[in-house]
């Protein structure tokens, strides 16, 4: 009997001992500072900035007059320029894009540094020029890009809308007659640091929706995000190279991955996020053309995903090098929603079938924990990891997804870990020296409280 009642709290010690050579920390080390960073995620990056006339102290710059017209035909590019070089080197300004027009900019790269706590008021809508022909041979991969910021704020309840359609059509994606090319991402926030994003909608972008780079201390909360499932490549937030990053309370229907993160990226929270239609919340892909991808320190609290092709997705490539590690999945609803549940080592976005290679990057200690509804799939959890570097250290906890029309499975391929709790489909697959724990109750809330630090370039 002593022998059966082999605690989680030993499946922790195997983490301590085993938790492989090139994570270089132990399972609970790996998270101890991550509270403090979800505190500082959440609460105070940044204090509330408001522009309204209640506080004189603030300067208005008002594109409108630095010559903007606003009727979506004219192009105000200059315009936006001018303004953007006189806020930004002003204290205490606000760049207002006021409501109730349209204003046509060409692909620009707005730089900083800035003045402290510059504010950027989109109440408007800002329109792209809609054809590809015409688009800036100098910015062939971006639209609005923000350079070198510092306590900057973009707010309002305006659109960003990249017009899309053209592109989309002239995909390879979407016509294999076509050359495949890189398209614009619409709004690029890149080496920049504690920058808020609050209330606007970005949609129809020409590629990507948002991308986040090589920054750190970011915040989006209340966006939306919207492209149609049929729009390629239209990933909707994609955090790249950068740390410390909040997404909250968003909305995202796109083309592509709801929300992507790829090499150099951690300490990352997303929380209360609607996804779909889409392609799932997505770390990866990762190791593409044998490159090393390193993603740490993720979480997803709450979520609810419908329609989507994927759900919760890993995906690495074959010959690729690194590791993932350290991510917690919680409390996350599905509705119709193919692979809920999908780790996958042999991603393979290609015209070709991939090589067969034996390096891999490596993923480890990653939790699923209060994942329930219904999968359009049969294999409701897939963890199809490489026999060369399997997975490691896999925790299911209260998993409940359910098939309308017929049965769920779990499939594995060189994955190991375990499950507790109320387990459907059953994850008998998951091979682990631990399988045959049972966990004592009063231990079990031991094991959640240890695990409570846990928290895609396509193209």
């Known amino acids: 009997m002593m022998n059966k009642l082999l605690v989680i709290v030993s499946f922790v010690l195997v983490c301590l001992t085993s938790a492989s050579a090139s994570a270089g920390k132990d399972f609970s080390e790996s998270f101890e500072n991550f509270t403090e960073l979800e505190d500082e995620l959440e609460g105070g990056l940044m204090d509330s900035v408001s522009w309204g006339s209640a506080h004189v102290n603030k300067v208005i710059v008002n594109v409108d007059g630095f010559g903007a017209v606003g009727d979506g035909v004219s192009d105000d590019t200059q315009a936006f320029v001018n303004a953007w070089n006189k806020a930004c080197s002003t204290d205490r300004s606000v760049l207002l894009v006021p409501q109730g027009r349209r204003y046509l900019v060409n692909a620009t790269r707005f730089r900083g540094p800035c003045s402290d706590k510059f504010v950027i008021q989109i109440e408007g809508t800002i329109v792209a020029p809609d054809e590809p022909k015409s688009w800036d041979p100098k910015n062939q991969r971006n639209w609005l890009s923000f350079y070198n910021l510092t306590k900057v704020y973009f707010q309002g309840n305006g659109v960003i809308d990249g017009s899309g359609s053209k592109w989309w059509a002239a995909s390879c994606k979407k016509n294999k007659t076509n050359p495949c090319r890189g398209a614009p991402t619409a ?11 609050k209330g606007l909608t970005i949609q129809n972008s020409q590629q990507m929706n948002f991308v986040i780079s090589r920054s750190n201390s970011v915040r989006v909360i209340d966006v939306k995000v919207s492209s149609p499932e049929e729009s390629p490549n239209t990933d909707g937030i994609h955090i790249t190279d950068s740390t410390t990053v909040l997404v909250q309370n968003c909305k995202i ?24 239609p889409g392609h799932g919340i997505s770390i990866g892909s990762l190791g593409k053309d044998n490159s090393t991808g390193i993603v740490e320190k993720i979480v997803l609290d709450k979520a609810f995903l419908r329609g989507a092709t994927n759900g919760l997705r890993i995906k690495t490539w074959q010959g690729g090098s690194g590791y993932v590690r350290s991510v917690r999945y919680q409390d996350v609803r599905m509705e119709d929603v193919s692979n809920p549940i999908i780790i996958d080592q042999f991603y393979c976005d290609s015209p070709t079938s991939c090589q067969n290679q034996t390096s891999a990057v490596e993923i480890s200690q990653i939790m699923y924990r209060n994942i329930t509804g219904t999968s359009r799939s049969q294999k409701a959890m897939k963890f199809a990891c490489s026999d060369s570097v399997p997975c490691t250290h896999i925790v299911l906890n209260n998993i409940n997804l359910q098939k309308s029309d017929g049965t769920v499975e779990t499939y594995c391929n060189s ?19 631990d399988k045959d724990a049972t966990i004592i109750p009063n231990k079990e809330a031991d094991f959640i409280q240890s695990t409570e630090h846990l928290i895609h370039t396509e193209l």
């Open 187 to 197: 709004l690029t926030i890149d080496l920049s640091s504690a920058v808020r994003v």
């Open 253 to 276: 229907g796109t083309g592509d991955d709801c929300i992507s993160i790829v090499n150099g990226s951690s300490n990352i929270k997303m929380k209360n996020i609607y996804c779909g």
């Open 415 to 433: 994955a190991a870990g375990f499950g507790y709790g109320y387990i459907q489909p059953s994850a008998e697959c998951l091979s682990s020296s």
